[in-house]
């Protein structure tokens, strides 16, 4: 019987499927990657989230590697152009937590449009301003997305409801108009985008490309949602724009500062840039949870038993 090995906790549903399926699912509490570089061999997949970076070291060690299943969207801690040149299928999951992050996308938008977060810590002091936390709305506004995946289509769905004009741009797509969104170019969106979201992967590509230069480009001024990962964002050049009132609020689900787990951020030495952010009541902050939803902790995991049954019915994997 084939092995898997979980070197991260997931939804039961994964290892009850992956068992259903013939495999053998083994979960041991290791804590450094020479650990698992010593067990590896005699696995043929691996479940991972976001614990340790599977690198050329461990697929080298894997002899026996045929999956790595990411239980969630991003790739970025799995080296996958070496896998797959090793023959290694990668599978995630984000079917498993686009209505998570399109819900929750939506919702910091409006708390922050419409200054709720500082209005509730107001009226908990029964302080009561309403000039003051007067809010602006979504209808008649131009929303940009970069990134018409799983994630950005999510948004765009739920957002199209408040009557706004919905664009996006994908570098990777072509011809994905749908009813939700209107592709446009990076340069229409630039020019036409009151409010701007991202939905596009962590990679050597996109790392810091919301930076000053990138900032700037916009024709308007605009507020800006971020639900995809942290170091995408240039901390210190969007605390400038903050400052000079080029972007006018900004809901951050991610931020640049979070450990690879996405666990934490290093409570020591606490950067400027962060601490300007956790000080300003312009800006809407969560801990990384915008697709960790009850609901979706249960979808990710059904997403990849759903994959790994796909592979087997295809006879491109094997379970014994």
Same mark, same amino acid.
């Given at each position: 019987?084939?092995?898997?090995? *979980?070197?991260?906790?997931?939804?039961?549903?994964?290892?009850?499927?992956?068992?259903?399926?013939?495999?053998?699912?083994?979960?041991?509490?290791?804590?450094?990657?020479?650990?698992?570089?010593?067990?590896?061999?005699?696995?043929?997949?691996?479940?991972?989230?976001?614990?340790?970076?599977?690198?050329?070291?461990?697929?080298?060690?894997?002899?026996?590697?045929?999956?790595?299943? !990411?239980?969630?969207?991003?790739?970025?801690?799995?080296?996958?152009?070496?896998?797959?040149?090793?023959?290694?299928?990668?599978?995630?999951?984000?079917?498993?937590?686009?209505?998570?992050?399109?819900?929750?996308?939506?919702?910091?938008?409006?708390?922050?449009?419409?200054?709720?977060? !500082?209005?509730?810590?107001?009226?908990?002091?029964?302080?009561?301003?309403?000039?003051?936390?007067?809010?602006?709305?979504?209808?008649?506004?131009?929303?940009?997305?970069?990134?018409?995946?799983?994630?950005?289509?999510? *948004?765009?769905?739920?957002?199209?409801?408040?009557?706004?004009?919905?664009?996006?741009?994908?570098?990777?797509?072509?011809?994905?108009?749908?009813?939700?969104?209107?592709?446009?170019?990076?340069?229409?969106?630039?020019?036409?985008?009151?409010?701007?979201?991202?939905?596009?992967?962590?990679?050597?590509?996109?790392?810091?490309?919301?930076?000053?230069?990138?900032?700037?480009?916009?024709?308007?001024?605009?507020?800006?949602?971020?639900?995809?990962?942290?170091?995408?964002?240039?901390?210190?050049?969007?605390?400038?724009?903050?400052?000079?009132?080029?972007?006018?609020?900004?809901?951050?689900?991610?931020?640049?500062?979070?450990?690879?787990? *996405?666990?934490?951020?290093?409570?020591?030495?606490?950067?400027?840039?962060?601490?300007?952010?956790?000080?300003?009541?312009?800006?809407?902050?969560?801990?990384?949870?915008?697709?960790?939803?009850?609901?979706?902790?249960?979808?990710?995991?059904?997403?990849?038993?759903?994959?790994?049954?796909?592979?087997?019915?295809?006879?491109?994997?094997?379970?014994?």
């Amino acid at each position: 019987m084939k092995k898997v090995l *979980f070197v991260d906790t997931t939804h039961e549903v994964l290892p009850q499927g992956l068992e259903s399926l013939g495999f053998a699912c083994d979960h041991f509490d290791l804590k450094t990657k020479e650990e698992y570089k010593s067990i590896v061999s005699s696995y043929s997949g691996l479940v991972v989230r976001s614990k340790i970076k599977i690198d050329k070291d461990i697929i080298d060690s894997a002899t026996s590697l045929e999956f790595i299943a !990411r239980v969630g969207a991003g790739l970025e801690n799995i080296d996958v152009p070496y896998a797959k040149q090793k023959g290694v299928y990668c599978l995630n999951s984000p079917e498993g937590n686009r209505d998570a992050v399109g819900e929750q996308s939506v919702g910091m938008l409006l708390m922050l449009m419409n200054n709720l977060l !500082r209005a509730d810590e107001e009226v908990r002091r029964l302080v009561w301003r309403r000039k003051e936390n007067r809010g602006s709305e979504i209808k008649g506004r131009t929303i940009g997305i970069i990134g018409y995946g799983n994630m950005g289509q999510a *948004f765009a769905q739920r957002i199209s409801g408040f009557g706004a004009n919905v664009i996006a741009y994908d570098k990777y797509r072509k011809n994905y108009s749908d009813e939700y969104a209107q592709e446009v170019s990076l340069e229409e969106l630039k020019e036409h985008s009151d409010i701007l979201s991202l939905h596009i992967p962590l990679t050597e590509e996109t790392k810091f490309l919301f930076n000053k230069e990138f900032i700037q480009s916009f024709k308007k001024d605009f507020w800006f949602v971020n639900t995809s990962r942290g170091p995408i964002c240039k901390t210190n050049d969007l605390v400038e724009a903050l400052d000079s009132g080029k972007i006018i609020g900004a809901a951050l689900d991610v931020l640049e500062y979070e450990k690879l787990g *996405f666990e934490s951020i290093e409570k020591n030495n606490i950067p400027k840039a962060l601490n300007a952010l956790i000080e300003s009541d312009r800006v809407v902050l969560s801990p990384h949870i915008a697709g960790w939803t009850h609901e979706s902790n249960y979808k990710l995991s059904k997403v990849i038993v759903d994959k790994v049954a796909a592979l087997i019915q295809e006879d491109s994997l094997r379970v014994k």
